[in-house]
């Protein structure tokens, strides 16, 4: 055997299958071996659900010195340690093991959703006997059961791994899964039999080495070989979770976790919204045809006539606006700009929230969610990151699990409170009472990161800019829990969300173009639609049909994420690219391209043909993003400098909610926007708008569960259910938005600007 180099510091030198490996200590002897290109056969290890547990057995290596074989998973490497991972008595046990697996296992490969890909095959290929010592019949059960809604469960599959369960257990935390009964009868279930219901089930799917767990709206749609998967960003919420879109024939049969997660981002988990919402695309309120209105007549036309009539409006308009929608690809948003600026009297602008009171906080040094995992203080400040950012719970899960210290604050029920060693229920519209505590969390801390959430700090300055001088003092970092997809990309474009409403109500701007923009289903619908009543053409490219697109003279069908090319920023300014999963509709193409051909047909061509050529462009100008290529961002993106214009403290005046009764408080909950309810594979799971109140609070409007009322703001009101809550603060109406179609996007201005709303019982 040759010499072996000198041992790098602080790594651990051994020997596995006589050769010399270096690895740091601590780290187990799979991982040592895998990293040398020395596979050892596992199923229950998964390092993403904690310390090794060493249950299957799969992994039994023979160690020098120790006595009987040992679980790689679970032993540690030690200086000068030989291992043997291919000895008569390693290969005796690895045999045994699969031998005992397969004995009940059912030869159900044919049809089965893992076949093909399925490491219960590879492992018996690999490490496998070749045949087995039983003859006696296999067990059978009833299949499939469903676990729940999205995952079903073929019993007898089950090699009792431990995956689900943990992950039930240890990284969500819902405790819901549980190995019931002993011995050959043991079997996964929920303790109380109930479904497994939570935002974040799906990953027992992809954890499963067997196919016990498989999902529902997928199962027997196809196989493996007949599949073509691309990596993806999620564009369901602005985390930016790494994803892999798997394709059969131009559609979209299923998205995973990526085979190689992103420690920076979602460590490979999803939630179910953004697992399954990509059903979404077949949606019957997809817009599969262009269409044209004129004289109270709507008929559907071909791409072509389309995109020739909206050039024609434009030709003729004395001043276009172009209005992006936080969807919008970093493309779509700077062509937007580039067709605005060829055009007299053009002008661009997104809708989203004004953040000049956040730019204190912007201004900080930035952290990633992979940065929670060495914090020692964790600060959430406003929001309810477990249903607006999903995957951010599970990285607060898994720090507070470290020993990190987590403080929320903030006036709404929150998930991860469970979780905090600090909680300050703060009243509605006033987070600035919960400063003390952040300082006092963050005195003493030697890595703190401090999340906070746009929409609530916004309309907050007096408490945005304490926090900023209390994080910047203990040298905190900060994380932006944003409240749109691409809201940071559209904003280091330079797009201002006030510049295109003011211009429409006097008239500036006649005809107006939406990408990917519903403003009248958003805040300030009402201010929108009684202005769009008085102005010129309105041109809509957009995915799905809504208030927007039924008023709209012409409809451009546009691709969804999952079906084109692109970038999107993710809240912590990571900027990654979209890839292509699916063709999407015959009748529709991506905005970026519909916005070129625009140019060319109104005699501006835009110099441009792809989203690369056109990103190229962004990088050229826009600084923010010099340097990027679609190269440089790879499959894990790259952190962009963020665009924040210093501005001192108390230079934003603090807004007092306008109207009269309690203060509104929104929320969109992981399973009630849009997209889950675009999705019929994620119509078990919907929830709808509501209004939840303090015990007190609705007991002196003479309001109970179940009961109707109607919110009234100075913007307008709508119906909701009512829902009564111990915990929550009161003088403050709790709005769960839920789909634009409920309305509750007409209580706010168009400026997500504090409210009071005004709250009575609907008779009957």
């Known amino acids: 055997m040759p010499d072996a180099a000198p041992a790098a510091p602080n790594l651990v030198t051994l020997t596995i299958n006589d050769r010399q490996v270096q690895a740091p200590p601590g780290t187990m002897l799979v991982d040592a071996a895998a990293a040398a290109g020395i596979e050892i056969p596992i199923f229950c290890y998964e390092p993403r659900l904690g310390a090794p547990i060493g249950a299957c057995r799969m992994c039994l290596v023979e160690v020098e010195g120790l006595r009987g074989l040992q679980t790689a998973c679970s032993t540690p490497v030690g200086a000068d340690m030989v291992v043997r991972t291919n000895s008569p008595a390693a290969t005796d046990a690895q045999d045994g093991v699969l031998e005992l697996l397969l004995a009940n296992h059912p030869l159900d490969c044919p049809v089965c959703d893992k076949g093909g890909e399925c490491p219960l095959q590879d492992r018996t290929f690999r490490f496998g006997p070749g045949e087995t010592r039983f003859s006696e019949p296999k067990r059978h059960f009833p299949k499939p059961l469903d676990l729940s809604p999205l995952v079903a469960i073929d019993r007898e599959r089950c090699i009792t791994c431990y995956r689900c369960v943990r992950f039930s257990q240890d990284v969500a935390e819902d405790r819901q899964l549980t190995f019931q009964e002993r011995g050959a009868g043991t079997e996964v279930a929920t303790f109380t039999g109930d479904p497994y219901l939570g935002k974040f089930t799906g990953n027992i799917i992809d954890l499963c080495p067997v196919g016990a767990l498989t999902s529902i709206p997928y199962r027997f749609v196809s196989r493996p070989w007949d599949l073509q998967n691309a990596p993806s960003v999620c564009g369901s919420c602005p985390v930016g979770c790494n994803n892999e879109l798997t394709q059969r024939e131009g559609e979209i049969k299923r998205v995973t976790g990526r085979p190689h997660p992103n420690p920076a981002v979602e460590e490979g988990w999803l939630c179910d919204k953004g697992r399954w919402g990509y059903a979404a695309a077949w949606s019957p309120e997809r817009i599969t045809a262009p269409i044209i209105r004129t004289g109270g007549e709507t008929r559907e036309v071909t791409l072509e006539e389309a995109v020739d009539a909206a050039a024609l409006t434009l030709t003729r308009a004395a001043a276009a606006g172009f209005l992006v929608g936080p969807a919008a690809t970093v493309e779509e948003g700077f062509l937007a700009q580039a067709l605005a600026a060829l055009m007299p009297g053009g002008r661009a602008g997104r809708m989203g929230i004004p953040g000049e009171a956040l730019a204190p906080l912007r201004g900080l040094p930035g952290a990633q969610l992979g940065d929670l995992d060495a914090a020692d203080v964790i600060v959430v400040i406003g929001g309810d990151a477990g249903n607006q950012q999903p995957i951010v719970e599970l990285r607060i899960r898994k720090a507070a699990r470290r020993r990190a210290r987590v403080v929320v604050v903030g006036?709404?029920?929150?998930?991860?409170?469970?979780?905090?060693?600090?909680?300050?229920?703060?009243?509605?519209?006033?987070?600035?009472?919960?400063?003390?505590?952040?300082?006092?969390?963050?005195?003493?801390?030697?890595?703190?990161?401090?999340?906070?959430?746009?929409?609530?700090?916004?309309?907050?300055?007096?408490?945005?800019?304490?926090?900023?001088?209390?994080?910047?003092?203990?040298?905190?970092?900060?994380?932006?829990?944003?409240?749109?997809?691409?809201?940071?990309?559209?904003?280091?474009?330079?797009?201002?969300?006030?510049?295109l409403l003011p211009a429409v109500e006097a008239q500036r701007v006649g005809t107006l173009v939406a990408v990917h923009a519903d403003p009248l289903g958003a805040p300030g619908a009402a201010r929108w639609a009684a202005t769009l009543r008085k102005a010129g053409p309105l041109i809509a490219i957009a995915t799905h049909r809504s208030a927007t697109t039924d008023r709209a003279d012409i409809v451009l069908p546009a691709l969804m994420h999952h079906?084109?090319?692109?970038?999107?920023?993710?809240?912590?300014?990571?900027?990654?690219?979209?890839?292509?999963?699916?063709?999407?509709?015959?009748?529709?193409?991506?905005?970026w391209e519909l916005l070129i051909a625009l140019s060319h047909r109104i005699g501006k061509p835009l110099p441009y043909r792809t989203p690369a050529q056109t990103f190229a462009a962004v990088a050229e100008s826009v600084p923010a993003f010099a340097g990027q290529t679609d190269t440089t961002l790879g499959d894990e993106g790259r952190v962009i400098a963020a665009p924040s214009t210093p501005i001192p403290a108390g230079a934003v005046p603090r807004r007092e909610p306008d109207g009269d009764g309690l203060v509104l408080v929104s929320t969109t909950e992981v399973f009630g926007d849009a997209t889950t309810w675009q999705s019929d594979a994620l119509a078990a799971v919907r929830t709808g708008a509501r209004l939840s109140l303090a015990p007190g609070q609705a007991a002196a409007l003479g309001l109970g569960d179940g009961q109707r009322a109607r919110v009234t703001s100075p913007h307008g009101s709508c119906e909701l259910p009512v829902s009564v809550e111990d915990g929550l603060p009161e003088g403050a109406a709790f709005v769960a938005n839920g789909p634009p179609s409920s309305g509750t996007a007409t209580l706010r201005p168009v400026d997500h600007g504090p409210v009071r709303v005004t709250v009575e019982a609907v008779a009957g």
Not at 563 to 587: D, F, H, I, K, T
């Open 411 to 499: 006036p709404r029920n929150q998930d991860i409170a469970d979780r905090a060693s600090a909680t300050v229920r703060t009243p509605a519209g006033q987070l600035v009472v919960g400063i003390g505590t952040v300082a006092t969390a963050l005195q003493d801390a030697k890595s703190a990161v401090v999340l906070w959430d746009e929409a609530d700090l916004a309309n907050e300055p007096d408490a945005a800019a304490e926090l900023a001088r209390v994080a910047a003092a203990a040298g905190a970092l900060q994380l932006e829990l944003g409240a749109d997809v691409n809201g940071a990309g559209l904003r280091a474009l330079g797009l201002d969300t006030d510049a």
């Open 563 to 591: 079906e084109q090319e692109g970038v999107l920023v993710s809240m912590a300014n990571r900027a990654q690219r979209l890839r292509p999963g699916a063709r999407g509709p015959q009748g529709a193409a991506a905005a």
